[in-house]
Structure formats: C-alpha cells, structure tokens
Nanobody
Framework: HVQLVESGGGSVQSGGSLRLFCAASGFTAGTYSMAWFRQAVGKEREGVAFIDTSGTTTYADSVKGRFTISKDNAKNHLYLQMNMLKPDDTAKYYC????????????????WGQGTQVTVS
C-alpha cells in the first residue's frame, strides 16, 4: 500500500523560508521519480520541482534559484527547501511519485499525497 504524507507547511512572511517533507511508504524512494506540485485557490495545479531516480532535478521557471528538491532514499523522504518565498508561492503543495507517462514536470504521476498548505504574506 503506497502512501505519501506531506508536512512542513505553514505561514511565513515574504522573503522567508520553509522546508517541506514527504514521507513515503509502500515503496522505496529510489525506485520512482518524484516531484512536488502546488495548487493555489482558483488556479490549476502546477509542477514545481522534479527529481528522477538518478537524482537529476528539474524546476519550474518560477522557482528556479529559490527552491531545491532532494531526497533521502535510505529514509524514504522527499524534501523541498523553499527560500526567498513570495506571496505568489501561496498554495497547497503536494508530493507525487511514480511517473506513469511523460517526462519531468509533465509526468502523469500514479501516487499523490494529501498536501500541505503554504501561506506567504
């Protein structure tokens, strides 16, 4: 039974930092590509950051230079370090795993977490 559980969200002032965590169970994190997505109220879900099984990363243009995706295969954890946060980063952030088709942030993922809210004011 695959499960993804996000944590680490919260409220922060513009320019601040947060670190999101995604705990994976039911599979080994090194087995699948994983990613972070976000969805703001009234907007479509968008891909934020992607990491493949070799550790190669891809970022949305809007977060390049500010966000860093990483994972610890031994702990089965995925992380998103978010620096220099802006009000436009306010959204619910979701962890995803197992790219079924597509590539990078265009992947269709098979497993999703429930999300964690990030609010930047």
């Amino acid at each position: 039974h695959v499960q993804l559980v996000e944590s680490g969200g919260g409220s922060v002032q513009s320019g601040g930092s947060l670190r999101l965590f995604c705990a994976a169970s039911g599979f080994t994190a090194g087995t699948y590509s994983m990613a972070w997505f976000r969805q703001a109220v009234g907007k479509e879900r968008e891909g934020v950051a992607f990491i493949d099984t070799s550790g190669t990363t891809t970022y949305a243009d809007s977060v390049k230079g500010r966000f860093t995706i990483s994972k610890d295969n031994a702990k089965n954890h995925l992380y998103l370090q978010m620096n220099m946060l802006k009000p436009d980063d306010t959204a619910k952030y979701y962890c995803a795993a197992h790219c079924l088709r597509g590539r990078g942030l265009a992947c269709v993922f098979g497993y999703w977490g429930q999300g964690t809210q990030v609010t930047v004011s």
